[in-house]
């Protein structure tokens, strides 16, 4: 969707942050704001200054990149297609490491280690989190490393962190790689096409499926740590499986929540995005009850590449679409979910 508004930042305050449904907070408004005017706080982009609705610049027409740059006020375009129809695949890690630190195949972290070890680029850009599980951005320069960004946060971020220190080390115009929900890979998209130098060497996104993402304030410090008063330091994994969000402990105590508990959870942004399987992506992976195996969505020629290289290094191995047929019905149902609940919170 994209609106005709003009390229100011009122336009952005009032037809995407001041509506609480809208914002994604993917946080390309902030990371492109030439005078480092805006922040985050409350996961919204505000005005450092504590105005919310005008902006110096707006008074000149002097700018207007925060409202260009974002996905929710004009639609990003994707890259390389490579046919109508994705192919799928179900993929899984034949890494040991991998396969015990990642989220279900470890078909993410996979291309991520092959990748730095072939040199295809030079930083990989991904998450990890601190000992109470809020997310954090994590540049990864060696294969060593990416276990750290291994397995599901599942609450929300901005990309806006990672992208920012990529450019500060000089790193930016280099190759690298990135995965994200696909509100990140929109705004990926959008800073790509508008040509910004924070995306230069961008030459691979993931994107992850997602149904929605939640709140780290409303699901970990209030609902885990508050009310279920689950000790968030001595949390090893999240998951989601057969209708529970699974908190599991060092101890190997699992703590089941039934996802219809966790309704009030969600990252409010969530409420309009119509993207289940990260469309924009060059490749989409998630798992869907498929029990050690990824299914993969290759969108892209780049997306193709990447995956029959790092199958053909032997790091992972695939499996044709008619495996898990349950998996692709489910697939679609999510998608088509999602995209109901969109229009109706729009309607």
């Known amino acids: 969707m994209t609106r005709d508004v003009p390229p100011s930042f009122s336009a952005l305050y009032s037809h995407v942050i001041s509506t609480e449904s809208e914002c994604s907070g993917c946080g390309a408004c902030v990371l492109v704001c030439p005078r480092d005017r805006l922040v985050f706080r409350d996961s919204r982009p505000r005005q450092v200054s504590g105005e919310d609705d005008t902006c110096p610049e707006d008074k000149e027409g002097r700018c207007g990149l925060c409202a260009m740059v974002c996905p929710r006020l004009h639609a990003a ?172 402990m060092r101890s190997g105590a699992v703590h089941r929540i039934p996802l219809k508990d966790l309704g009030d959870c969600g990252h409010s942004g969530c409420a309009s995005c119509t993207d289940f399987a990260a469309d924009l992506a060059d490749i989409s992976v998630g798992g869907l009850g498929t029990d050690g195996w990824t299914i993969a969505l290759i969108r892209t020629d780049e997306g193709r590449d990447v995956m029959q290289a790092v199958e053909a290094c032997g790091l992972i191995e695939t499996c044709g679409r008619e495996r898990f047929p349950d998996a692709l019905r489910l697939l679609d149902k999510l998608a088509s979910r999602k995209r109901k609940q969109a229009e109706s919170s729009r309607a």
């Not at 890690?93 to 990748?115: C, F, K, N």
Request: proline share 5%.
């Open 77 to 248: 375009e994707p890259a390389g297609r490579s046919g109508d129809e994705p192919e799928i695949v179900a993929a899984r890690t034949t890494d040991p490491e991998l396969a015990r630190h990642g989220q279900d195949g470890g078909l993410v972290s996979s291309i991520a280690r092959w990748g730095l070890e072939s040199n295809r680029w030079s930083s990989f850009l991904g998450r990890t989190r601190d000992e109470t599980w809020r997310p954090l951005p994590l540049l990864i320069r060696e294969s060593k490393d990416v276990p750290r960004a291994a397995g599901s946060k599942y609450t929300h971020t901005s990309i806006d962190g990672g992208l920012r220190e990529l450019h500060r080390q000089g790193r930016a115009s280099e190759p690298f790689a990135t995965v994200g929900l696909p509100c990140h890979i929109a705004a990926l998209r959008r800073l790509q096409g508008m040509h910004s130098k924070y995306v230069k060497g961008m030459t691979l996104c993931i994107g992850l499926f997602c149904s929605k993402a939640f709140s780290y304030r409303r699901l970990v410090e209030t609902k885990i740590v508050g009310e279920l008063q689950i000790p968030i330091q001595d949390v090893c994994r999240m998951d989601i499986r057969k209708g529970s969000f699974a908190v599991v």
